[in-house]
């Protein structure tokens, strides 16, 4: 294998393989294609590509109500038999299989074997590191995680994660292609379990049936507190940002200064909740409250209209900066 250095493949991108087309794979899909990319997509199931159609209609028609996220349509999708097929001329690829490691490790090297070096191939994974999907790949260093945050096709976050052997080249050109079309890309530099996102989703959720296991307020009540309080704060600055808002003019530096000792105060009575049968039977029960009788389907319809509201309102937020 060649030591030299690899010009990976990234403005330039303008054919994408999507391999695994279910909910992930289908609103990656979706997304690509209103960015006006050609998709190339292959899934093992002999339902996918109906399956995968019928995800990326429905993506489509909620990325439409943004404006300027609709450039290209299912048109410009095909559907493939083979892997080989898929990647074919594929300028970058994006897996997106069950997460089983054994199987995502066969299908990247599968697919490093026929992709042209310099194709970046990323990993839809959620839990999985880098260096366990390069594993068997003749070259490795091409291999990223690329995580999105569920709904992919709405919500801007990629997590862009390397392994033990990636070229931080391929890493950069994966995020100057997330941040072309559109994503809000993230580097993360060093492996950690549940890569950035998930491990602080946890933490908070840690405390969050911390307090309703300990009877400090509903599931219900949890839930209002983050929504009408945090919530709204984060979707606008991120903590270290709100933190420095917090400390008036001496910003994070007087916050820490003032603050900081009842921060790690709070911090040492954190709990660490079990996930035994009285504390699920308490989110189970508090969450069928909450929902009130919703269908899943509801929920995740009021869940996917709500968001784009708020893209729409953060979009706005971004034209009046530029």
Same mark, same amino acid.
């Not at 000792?261 to 699920?280: F, H, I, M, S, V």
């Given at each position: 294998? @060649?030591?030299? /250095? &690899?010009?990976?493949?990234?403005?330039?991108?303008?054919?994408?393989?999507?391999?695994?087309?279910? =909910? &992930?794979?289908?609103?990656?899909?979706?997304?690509?294609? $209103?960015?006006?990319?050609?998709?190339?997509? !292959?899934?093992?199931?002999?339902?996918?590509?109906?399956?995968?159609?019928?995800?990326?209609?429905?993506?489509?028609?909620?990325?439409?109500?943004?404006?300027?996220?609709? +450039?290209?349509?299912?048109?410009? =999708?095909?559907?493939?038999?083979?892997?080989?097929?898929?990647?074919?001329?594929?300028?970058?690829?994006?897996?997106?299989?069950?997460? +089983? %490691?054994?199987?995502?490790?066969?299908?990247?090297?599968?697919?490093?074997?026929?992709?042209?070096?310099?194709?970046?191939?990323?990993? @839809?994974?959620?839990?999985?590191?880098?260096?366990?999907?390069?594993?068997?790949? $003749?070259?490795?260093?091409?291999?990223?995680?690329?995580?999105?945050?569920? /709904?992919?096709?709405?919500?801007?976050?990629?997590? &862009?994660?390397?392994?033990?052997?990636?070229?931080?080249?391929?890493?950069?050109?994966?995020?100057?292609?997330?941040?072309?079309?559109?994503?809000?890309?993230?580097?993360?530099?060093?492996?950690?379990?549940?890569?950035?996102?998930?491990?602080?989703?946890?933490? =908070?959720?840690?405390?969050?049936?911390? %307090?309703?296991?300990?009877?400090?307020?509903?599931?219900?009540?949890?839930?209002?507190?983050?929504?009408?309080? /945090?919530?709204?704060?984060?979707?606008?600055?991120?903590?270290?940002? =709100? !933190?420095?808002?917090?400390?008036?003019?001496?910003? %994070?530096?007087?916050?820490?200064?003032?603050?900081?000792?009842?921060?790690?105060?709070?911090?040492?009575?954190?709990?660490?909740?079990?996930?035994?049968?009285?504390?699920?039977?308490?989110?189970?029960?508090?969450?069928?409250?909450?929902?009130?009788?919703? @269908?899943?389907?509801?929920?995740?319809?009021?869940?996917?209209?709500?968001? %784009?509201?708020?893209?729409?309102?953060?979009?706005?937020?971004?034209?009046?900066?530029?």
């Amino acid at each position: 294998m @060649s030591t030299a /250095p &690899i010009a990976y493949r990234s403005e330039e991108i303008r054919t994408v393989a999507i391999i695994g087309c279910g =909910l &992930i794979g289908g609103a990656w899909a979706a997304y690509f294609l $209103s960015r006006g990319l050609v998709i190339r997509a !292959y899934d093992p199931l002999p339902d996918g590509e109906a399956r995968l159609r019928k995800i990326v209609r429905e993506a489509l028609a909620d990325l439409a109500q943004l404006d300027g996220r609709s +450039k290209g349509g299912a048109g410009a =999708l095909a559907y493939f038999p083979t892997l080989g097929e898929a990647v074919a001329g594929a300028d970058y690829v994006q897996e997106n299989a069950p997460e +089983k %490691i054994e199987l995502k490790q066969a299908l990247l090297c599968e697919i490093d074997a026929v992709a042209p070096c310099d194709v970046v191939i990323g990993s @839809s994974t959620s839990s999985f590191p880098a260096s366990e999907l390069q594993v068997g790949c $003749s070259f490795p260093q091409r291999v990223v995680v690329a995580h999105p945050f569920n /709904p992919p096709h709405l919500v801007p976050l990629v997590e &862009i994660v390397c392994g033990q052997r990636t070229d931080i080249a391929a890493q950069d050109a994966a995020y100057r292609f997330f941040e072309r079309i559109g994503k809000a890309p993230v580097r993360v530099t060093k492996e950690a379990v549940g890569h950035l996102a998930n491990r602080m989703s946890a933490a =908070l959720w840690r405390e969050a049936v911390h %307090i309703v296991a300990e009877g400090i307020a509903s599931v219900e009540d949890v839930d209002r507190a983050i929504r009408f309080g /945090p919530g709204l704060r984060w979707a606008i600055d991120g903590p270290h940002m =709100l !933190y420095h808002l917090g400390g008036g003019e001496g910003g %994070i530096e007087a916050y820490l200064n003032h603050l900081g000792p009842a921060q790690e105060a709070r911090w040492a009575t954190l709990g660490t909740p079990k996930l035994d049968a009285a504390t699920r039977t308490k989110l189970v029960e508090g969450v069928a409250d909450e929902a009130d009788g919703r @269908s899943i389907d509801k929920l995740k319809s009021r869940r996917d209209r709500l968001m %784009i509201t708020v893209l729409k309102a953060l979009a706005d937020d971004t034209r009046e900066d530029g």
